[in-house]
Nanobody, 125 residues
Framework: QVQLAESGGRLVQAGGSLRLSCAASGRTISEFVMGWFRQPPGKEREFVATISIWSGGATRYADSVRGRFTISRDNAKNTVYLQMNTLKPEDTAVYYC?????????????????WGQGTQVTVSS
């Protein structure tokens, strides 16, 4: 079992930046592919970014965030990050961290076994 706890969400103006953190406990995340998802108000949860098990390893992004968001991980700290730049009002959502014991990059919500409780990001125009 692994427990995930997101932090860093808050209200920010359009064009601003935020860094979300996902701290894991229970197991080392070095064995897990990690992902970030988000759920905008009234919409389904959607893929944002994923990173392979190695720090500095392969990544994949949703088209809507590519070039603005960066996923990274520090296995020594058992933490995954999501750096979000040039934020837009449409980035407003609850952001979730997810983990799966796998070596493949995963983009589906059903692909992941472990989820955090989420952190709210609100971008004002």
């Amino acid at each position: 079992q692994v427990q995930l706890a997101e932090s860093g969400g808050r209200l920010v103006q359009a064009g601003g930046s935020l860094r979300l953190s996902c701290a894991a406990s229970g197991r080392t995340i070095s064995e897990f592919v990690m992902g970030w998802f988000r759920q905008p108000p009234g919409k389904e949860r959607e893929f944002v970014a994923t990173i392979s098990i190695w720090s500095g390893g392969a990544t994949r992004y949703a088209d809507s965030v590519r070039g603005r968001f960066t996923i990274s991980r520090d296995n020594a700290k058992n933490t995954v990050y999501l750096q979000m730049n040039t934020l837009k009002p449409e980035d407003t959502a609850v952001y979730y961290c997810a983990a799966r014991d796998s070596v493949s990059l995963l983009i589906g919500t059903s692909d992941y076994d472990y989820w955090g409780q989420g952190t709210q990001v609100t971008v004002s125009s």
